[in-house]
């Protein structure tokens, strides 16, 4: 109840921040005998409700015209009809059409002119480019990310070298982002691009949040008549990597305790021979003890025994075995060597093909729709499948997202657009202590190899030393627009995000010893399987359980805002416009690191906290001739909504293992103060000729710092019986509420010619 009395009376005392989805088309008619401007001239987009009629200076406007290709007509009785086709319509941008219009000679006598693009966009005063589903269509592409990878300067969501936490996603103006993180939350289908948009610098006073970049994605909303596209991109399975895998018998990790020629001996002893030519080798006819009697040399020179790991051999492991007072463990050499194959014997090839699936459909919903305002849909469904370098907890990772946009013409200027995106991402966690951290392709599992797999091949060799988790999404979004005239209108949007994060261990062990791997020898399914208690393997090479599958986590983010904006053209020279945005965040976060093998491993994080922020601006866009700019304040308002810890930095009550969760409540907490923020935006343009120009931005960017650095308080977890936690105790990370915001300062200065 407090949380929907707090949305309704910011719902009321807001008069009027959603990112821009729609252009401009504006432009001067003219006779094209005389040259004087003509008044009363009708201008109309084909398709659509929006239109004008130009002033007594022969200028008109027409606002909120959707991304894409149109047509454009202008009728005047007296003259001729003329037809524009092909115009490009972007995102934010201003597309000048001016028409000299000749007196009518034959009655019902139209022109048809098609429009020429313009490669220098002269309102532009920033990096920015556009691409549109036709486009996209062309390209070798299968996601958003890469779309916009082949842009400069940009690769997937990291713009300019920032962080992908550091760029807005925004679609259909909804800005899609986990609060959590601050990261977009990706996997748009691309049949249901309309047009894309990628800004990397100067970003209008309209957008907060952001300091690297802005993507701006406008989706098709099933006008036009039923259409429908489907791409399949399919690749068999096969290695993903160069060389030896490092599953055969013949790798880095195996060869020592596989190869006959040291394995019986030792990668350090092996058959013993006299170097008569002191070269470092054995050379045919010198003398050596043929230990196996099986009449070859068979030993390894040092060269090649410095490139693997030291090994006693299995003749010295099986007199180890024999020689204790343990009868349980004793194994001859060839039975010892069978359990380790046993042990090792994950194959690591990749079975599973790398797939995605990208389908689209749309139109006018049957029957109904034509009641319900020409209610029009388009539904697009992704999912994409992408095989590890090698499996472990999962063999790679899954993702689907379903992505539904209807939209209903109220009346001729109101119209309602209700966009639902839902999807989940399944995958292995590359963080060993309940953080974000996914491995979400080839590259990411790659990398963790590289770090440390050669000092830990159990990471190799074991399907848990990871957790698997799984991610999922939803959004749901009503967006309002209302069309005052061809030079004013406002929109409304309300939006709710909800993300789960479910990260555990996977199915337990069988731990029945029901495989016989020789006669009279039975064990269990290890490696296979979540085991929290510590099984090391043959010299102590391989852990079989213990401080595997150690991340846990067990949270869920929503987000829900209101927002709205007003635009308008107050006359031909500036284009004013002023929107707000109220997001109100629901953190309820438990994650940790829960080591069953070693105690002091454990810790736990609970994080249930409120936060939330207003923002609001306003801007100009002026534009004349030979000078465009657009001048914005952008303020914000930011409010922990929380209480904090007010304790002294030595208080060892609080910081160490004094701490239990029973004795929390002697702490003193202090009200965290809100805080408020203004940033300036500047850009400018000026064209010099018609295929050049200079322009000029400048602006401060701010950005929320992420919920953990905010909230997070990690402490040590003490475990009861059931492994459940029955306690918090020393402190060993905590978070600062009253962190400042990250701010960027950019100016740029460009040429474009």
């Known amino acids: 109840m407090r949380k929907a009395r707090l949305f309704l009376v910011l719902f009321a005392v807001t008069s009027i921040l959603m990112a821009g989805t729609s252009g401009k088309i504006s432009g001067k008619i003219t006779d094209n005998t005389t040259g004087e401007a003509l008044i009363g001239v009708n201008i109309m987009v084909a398709g659509t409700n929006l239109g004008a009629i130009t002033n007594i200076e022969g200028y008109y406007v027409i606002l909120n015209v959707p991304p894409g290709f149109h047509t454009v007509k202008a009728s005047m009785i007296g003259y001729s009809i003329y037809e524009i086709q092909e115009v ?60 916009l990878g082949l842009q400069a300067g940009v690769s997937g969501f990291s713009v300019r070298g920032g962080g992908t936490d550091e760029t807005a996603l925004m679609i259909d103006g909804i800005e899609l982002k986990d609060q959590r993180t601050n990261r977009p939350i990706t996997g748009i289908p691309l049949s249901a691009v309309q047009e894309i948009s990628v800004q990397t610098g100067g970003f209008s006073a309209e957008y907060s949040n952001v300091r690297s970049g802005v993507v701006n994605v406008v989706t098709k909303d099933g006008s036009g008549g039923y259409t429908g596209t489907i791409t399949i991109k399919h690749s068999e399975a096969e290695p993903k990597h160069f060389g030896i895998s490092p599953y055969d018998e013949d790798s880095y990790f195996l060869k020592p305790y596989l190869n006959d020629a040291v394995a019986w001996t030792g990668t350090e002893s092996g058959e013993t021979y006299t170097d008569l030519d002191k070269n470092g080798y054995w050379d045919a006819g010198e003398p050596y003890t043929d230990f196996n009697g099986d009449g070859e040399y068979t030993a390894w020179d040092k060269y090649e025994q410095r490139q693997y790991p030291v090994f006693g051999g299995w003749n010295a492991l099986s007199e180890s075995t024999l020689g204790n007072d343990d009868p349980t463990d004793d194994l001859s050499p060839a039975a010892a060597q069978r359990v380790f194959e046993w042990q090792y014997r994950k194959p690591g090839n990749i079975i599973n093909p790398d797939l995605n699936i990208d389908a689209g459909f749309g139109g006018p919903v049957p029957i109904i729709g034509p009641m319900l305002g020409n209610l029009r849909f388009f539904l697009s469904y992704r999912q994409d499948q992408d095989e590890y370098l090698y499996p472990v907890s999962r063999s790679g990772t899954f993702s689907r997202t379903a992505l539904l946009r209807m939209t209903s013409d109220l009346s001729r200027t109101m119209k309602l657009n209700i966009t639902a995106m839902t999807g989940d991402l399944e995958a292995t966690t590359s963080s060993r202590s309940g953080l974000t951290s996914t491995m979400s392709n080839v590259w990411d599992l790659a990398s963790q190899v590289n770090m440390s797999g050669f000092t830990m091949p159990w990471r190799l060799y074991s399907d848990q030393y990871w957790s698997p988790t799984k991610v999922s999404h939803s959004t749901l979004s009503a967006k309002f627009t209302h069309l005052l005239s061809s030079s004013s209108y406002y929109e409304l949007l309300v939006k709710h995000i909800d993300k789960k994060y479910v990260t555990g261990p996977g199915d337990p062990r069988d731990e029945d010893s029901m495989y016989e791997i020789f006669a009279g020898y039975f064990a269990d399914e290890a490696p296979v399987g979540f085991y929290g208690t510590p099984v090391t393997s043959i010299e102590g090479k391989l852990t079989m359980g213990g401080a595997v599958s150690t991340s846990r986590d067990e949270s869920r983010v929503t987000t829900t ?149 905010l909230f997070r308080i990690q402490r040590k977890a003490v475990l009861d019986a059931n492994r459940e936690i029955e306690d918090l105790t020393q402190l060993s990370v905590i978070g600062d509420p009253t962190l400042d915001q990250a701010r960027t300062i950019s100016y740029e200065l460009g040429y474009d010619h």
């Open 88 to 147: 490009r319509v972007e995102i934010d941008r201003t597309e000048t059409l001016s028409i000299s219009m000749s007196e009518e000679i034959l009655v019902g006598e139209s022109v048809v002119i098609t429009a020429e693009r313009k490669v220098i966009k002269m309102d532009v005063a920033a990096s920015q480019r556009s691409m549109n589903a036709e486009g996209i269509e062309e390209l070798p592409v299968t996601s958003v990310s890469e779309v």
């Open 561 to 709: 805002s209101i927002s709205g904006n007003y635009t308008s053209q107050v006359n031909r020279q500036n284009q004013v416009k002023a929107g707000f945005e109220f997001v109100y965040d629901d953190l309820e976060m438990e994650f940790g690191s829960l080591n069953y093998f070693l105690p002091e491993g454990n810790y736990w994080t609970r994080m249930y906290y409120n936060p939330y922020r207003f923002s609001a601006y306003i801007q100009d866009k002026l534009e004349f001739e030979g000078f465009i700019a657009s001048v914005g304040l952008n303020a914000e308002y930011i409010d922990p909504n929380a209480d904090w810890y007010q304790v002294d930095i030595y208080n060892e009550d609080f910081f160490s293992a004094n701490y239990s969760l029973e004795n929390d409540e002697q702490f003193e907490t202090k009200k965290i103060a809100p805080q408020l923020y203004v940033s300036p935006r500047l850009a400018i343009s000026h064209p010099i000729t018609i295929n050049s120009k200079l322009y000029f931005n400048y602006g401060h960017y701010r950005q929320v710092p992420t919920a953990e650095s």
